[in-house]
């Protein structure tokens, strides 16, 4: 293969391009990221990583009883 027969490409495209796709693709649902074909991470959109932190947080704060149990 000739170089003068080779597409030629500038680095910051090709991120801008993974960039690009990966928000189109957690837009859809999480990511699960894979390394020899075991998942060892898994990323998602900002949004909703905050909607399950709150979650999280306001499953994990105490909760009262309007109600006082009579002995």
Do not use: C, F, H, Y
């Not at 027969?5 to 928000?23: E, H």
């Not at 390394?35 to 709150?54: S, Y």
């Amino acid at each position: 293969m000739r170089a003068g027969s080779a597409d030629t490409v500038a680095i910051s495209r090709i991120r801008l391009q993974a960039t690009d796709a990966l928000k189109q693709r957690l837009a859809q649902g999480p990511v699960i990221v894979q390394r020899q074909g075991k998942a060892v991470a898994v990323l998602l959109d900002p949004a909703r990583w905050q909607e399950l932190a709150d979650r999280l947080e306001s499953d994990a704060a105490p909760r009262t009883n309007s109600r006082s149990r009579k002995r």
